[in-house]
């Protein structure tokens, strides 16, 4: 609430007044102060992003598979990547670390994608599994060499997706190479109050 609020509205207040500047800047001014309105205007839309993220509340409203739908169709609308989220059972009552969880690690791999994949088209797909909840991501990009430490390697977003799945339990594997795309897996385990909820989520 605090970074929607507060950050948000300092943002808000800045590109207003980079509004302002420009429409009384020299037009060899106007290019640059137009490039920083966008990264402002970017910036406050990740904020945003992250304040919606961060509210456990509004994921449950919203469940996962709609909250992971929405993002998606936002994030990749103006961009020429195919996508499609498969969910093979029903998402509703994951517990809300759980789900947290999931969804963070989907951005992240969504936003690599982005930045380094040149990927045409991307799979997310979810399934309640009876060992916990299985989450699939798989591009056709160029791929990459995958290390054993990324926090070593200053990896940053492929540490925090694999320290997200390790805080409740579970793992998180990628498999790449160049020239081959990338495969993500991810397993989070039920907790065993959860158990019987996932059983009857399979049918079993």
């Known amino acids: 609430r605090e970074l929607h609020d507060d950050i948000g509205q300092l943002l808000t207040a800045a590109m207003m007044q980079a509004d302002w500047l420009q429409r009384r800047l020299p037009n060899d001014l106007e290019e640059g102060f137009a490039t920083l309105r966008d990264t402002i205007d970017e910036t406050l839309t990740k904020v945003r992003d992250v304040s919606a993220i961060l509210n456990p509340r509004q994921l449950n409203s919203l469940g996962l ?40 690690i989907t951005q992240e791999a969504v936003t690599n994608l982005l930045r380094h994949a040149q990927a045409a088209n991307l ?24 290390v054993d430490d990324p926090a070593r390697h200053g990896l940053r977003g492929m540490s925090g997706m694999q320290e997200r799945a390790s805080l409740i339990g579970g793992w998180l594997k990628v498999t790449s190479q ?17 158990l019987e909820r996932a059983n009857l989520g399979n049918g079993l």
């Open 65 to 104: 598979e709609a909250s992971l739908r929405a993002h998606l169709l936002r994030t990749l609308e103006n961009t020429s990547v195919h996508w499609s989220l498969e969910c093979r059972q029903q998402m509703t009552g994951i517990p809300e670390e759980m789900a947290v969880a999931a969804f963070r």
């Open 123 to 146: 799979l997310v797909r979810l399934q309640r599994a009876p060992e916990g909840l299985r989450l699939y991501i798989s591009d056709d990009g160029v791929g990459f060499t995958p």
């Open 178 to 194: 160049p020239g081959h795309g990338t495969q993500l897996e991810a397993l989070f385990p039920w907790a065993p109050r959860d």
